[in-house]
């Protein structure tokens, strides 16, 4: 399943890379995965990792690949960048990244949002994790009353 809807057709994303050199290499960070991090020798080297790294930790994962930031001002702004290195752009090729997960907008009142938060980081999962938890227990829930009423 996927839903990039936000991918070009040839499914090409340019994602900015924050690198700076380390001894012989260069070593660079995502914007938009800043847990992401890669090294090479060579500029190209870093595109080919980067490109690689990104595309083994998506594929068949429950998580929803973010949209490239593309604004520089936005980019120089963050934290990542202290003066001492340089932005470049490398294109990760999405077309057989396949997801497991779509993207779903809901409003929640805030005090809800908040006590989902609170109960997510008592189980040390995500708010996504901890959403899809409670959906599988009421699925279950139904479940089980659809099959009290047949029997």
Do not use: K
């Not at 090729?93 to 008592?122: G, K, P, T, Y």
Request: proline letters at 3%; charged letters at 25%.
């Amino acid at each position: 399943m996927r839903d990039f809807s936000w991918v070009s057709a040839e499914a090409t994303v340019h994602y900015p890379l924050y690198v700076q050199r380390d001894g012989q290499r260069y070593r660079g960070v995502f914007a938009d995965f800043p847990w992401v991090e890669v090294e090479g020798r060579t500029f190209d080297d870093l595109a080919v990792s980067a490109e690689r790294l990104v595309q083994r930790m998506y594929h068949g994962s429950e998580h929803i690949l973010p949209a490239p930031t593309s604004d520089m001002s936005a980019l120089q702004a963050l934290d990542m960048d202290d003066g001492e290195g340089l932005w470049m752009f490398v294109d990760i090729d999405l077309m057989n990244v396949q997801s497991h997960s779509v993207f779903v907008q809901i409003s929640l009142c805030r005090s809800v949002l908040q006590e989902i938060d609170l109960a997510a980081q008592r189980r040390h999962i995500g708010r996504s994790a901890y959403i899809t938890l409670a959906c599988f227990h009421e699925l279950a829930h139904v479940s089980d009353e659809v099959a009290l009423r047949r029997s």
